[in-house]
């Protein structure tokens, strides 16, 4: 009776490896695969992502971490055009809304880390979600719990406008440190320079040009000094980042750079302020007018 129980049990366990669907094995037989394509562009973390298409089915079985009752798979193209490296973590960054489930972090991330200046790569992302769930309710959101997050409908042609670079041309003026500066555009991003927006936050970029009419060389010093963002609250804001040069030779006319603040994603209006206490020299500031 032995005999005939462990010859059972190996038969078993036999049949297990060889690919039946016997509890405890998984099936070597691919269940149907509902295959999606998007080809749905966001920026994240000034890196350009792609989802090209969406897989649901029953399970994976080329993902040893794949559940029985449901999977997503995501195929993700990275690319990063900048000339620094983007670091991300998209087991902590993208996750899956399923209804009634929540946030689905993902199972399996075949290609995770660092993403090098110039450089891009293919991805795949499986998630668990219900095979029941149809693909146009989920969303994919990416973002950390204190980033400025981006849900993207897995549906064909989502409206992401919200997400994309909004720019405002400007040509607004004011004096400072004897320079005669203009203001002549302003953008807002929801990341730069490698980094996502907190959370409510976006990046205003702002674009100036000087002139200097003196005889001499200004030297207004350092843009982190100087020049400060107030908010419709009354809220006073340092630059994140500045390409504006310290030093302004004499006769320069029409140099600048650009000066970055993360502001209030629903901002408006916004006051650029000039001046450094201790400089001796007058403070000068100009309104900035957002578009809605």
């Known amino acids: 009776m032995l005999v005939v129980v462990l010859l059972a049990a190996l038969s078993y366990v036999a049949a297990g490896f ?4 016997l509890p405890g094995f998984r099936s070597s037989a691919q269940g149907p695969v509902t295959t999606r394509m998007l080809n749905t562009t966001v920026t994240y973390a000034s890196a350009r992502l792609t989802i090209q298409r969406v897989q649901q089915a029953q399970t994976f079985d080329d993902d040893p971490r794949a559940t029985s009752d449901g999977m997503l798979r995501i195929f993700l193209h990275e690319e990063n055009s900048t000339n620094y490296t ?14 009634g489930k929540g946030e689905q972090a993902p199972l399996l991330v075949t290609a995770n ?6 450089a891009s790569r293919n991805n795949l992302l499986d998630f668990a979600a219900p ?9 994919l959101r990416l973002g950390t719990d204190n980033e400025a997050q981006m849900d993207i409908p897995l549906t064909s042609k989502p409206d992401l406008s919200r997400y994309a670079p909004r720019s405002v041309k400007l040509n607004t003026q004011l004096q400072y440190f004897g320079l005669n500066w203009t203001v ?6 929801w990341s ?11 990046f205003l970029t702002l674009t100036l040009t000087a002139d200097n009419t003196l005889a001499q060389t200004a030297i207004p010093g350092s843009p982190y000094d100087y020049i400060r963002l107030e908010t419709e ?3 006073r804001i340092a630059p994140s980042y500045s390409t504006l040069p310290v030093a302004f030779a004499q006769g320069a006319n029409g140099q600048g750079g650009t000066v970055t603040f993360l502001v209030p994603q629903k901002s408006q209006q916004l006051t650029l302020i000039m001046g450094q206490s201790g400089s001796g020299m007058q403070s000068a500031s100009a309104t900035i007018h957002l578009a809605s």
Do not use: M, W
């Not at 880390?113 to 110039?118: E, N, Q, T, V």
């Not at 002549?184 to 991003?189: M, Q, V």
């Open 113 to 118: 880390g660092p993403l090098a200046p110039k």
């Open 192 to 202: 730069a320079d490698g980094q996502q927006a907190p959370r409510n936050k976006v």
């Open 184 to 189: 002549t555009e302003a953008t807002l991003t």
């Open 131 to 139: 095979f029941n769930v149809p693909l146009s309710q989920l969303v």
């Open 18 to 21: 060889a690919g039946a669907p």
């Open 86 to 99: 983007i670091a991300y973590n998209l087991y902590q960054c993208a996750h899956v809304l399923v209804p």
């Open 233 to 235: 609250d009354g809220s």
